[in-house]
């Protein structure tokens, strides 16, 4: 049996990274919807959260938003968003700026060929990802089965440090497996109770398409 992908997990481990210091950011969009007709998603942004497409006309737009003519700050997140693209991140949005931090969330879908359905999924996802975040340096490892709205997923919580920052961030995943499809969303905040009410915004609004 394959593994869910070595390399996913370390992408993950920097997109979690994102962070920047900045004279704050403002975004128009509240409670937007983000839709993936192609991997048959779609759920809603929290209130004041914009997403930011990972190709199109409108990506200078929101990176301009983004970074508010901080040309450092533009060029990290362009990195960002190209890195993203490679590994089969789908949808990535960014919260307000915290002074010194963009919450984020972002989805990655891949293959479920090779992988059981249920509760045997779950299990196998636990094996799996407990030994890969504690690789790459993930903290406070904890690993729950969830029930959501939407379906059962492994549900995986953590401290994570910012490289050449004196701070951490809390992470919040899941991993979902869907027909034809593996969709693992990553939630990163300050706090993990601002990783589950993110969570219970997209949890509620979260549809099969």
């Known amino acids: 049996m394959r593994r869910i992908g070595r390399s996913r997990f370390f992408v993950i481990a ?28 779609s759920f809603t942004l929290p209130a004041l959260w914009s997403p930011i497409p990972l190709s199109g006309s409108d990506i200078s737009y929101f990176l301009n938003e983004a970074a508010k003519n901080n040309a450092s700050v533009r060029a990290a997140l362009t990195k960002q968003v190209k890195q993203e693209t490679k590994v089969g991140v789908k949808i990535f949005a960014v919260g307000p700026n915290s002074g010194s931090f963009f919450s984020n969330i972002n989805v990655i879908v891949t293959s479920s060929k090779g992988y059981p359905k249920g509760k045997a999924f ?45 701070m951490s961030v809390q992470g919040l995943q899941l991993y979902i497996r869907h027909g034809a499809h593996i969709y693992i969303v990553t939630i990163t905040a300050k706090t993990q109770a601002l990783d589950s009410s993110v969570l219970t915004t997209i949890g509620s609004s979260w549809r099969w398409t």
């Open 122 to 166: 779950l299990n196998v996802a636990h094996a799996q990802v407990g030994v890969e975040l504690t690789g790459a340096g993930f903290q406070n490892l904890k690993l729950t089965n969830a029930t959501l709205p939407f379906g059962s997923a492994l549900k995986a919580t953590y401290s994570l440090s910012i490289k050449g920052h004196a």
């Open 14 to 41: 920097s997109i979690v990274g994102l962070s920047f210091t900045t004279a704050g950011s403002s975004f128009a969009a509240s409670g937007k919807v983000v839709n993936d007709p192609h991997d048959g998603i």
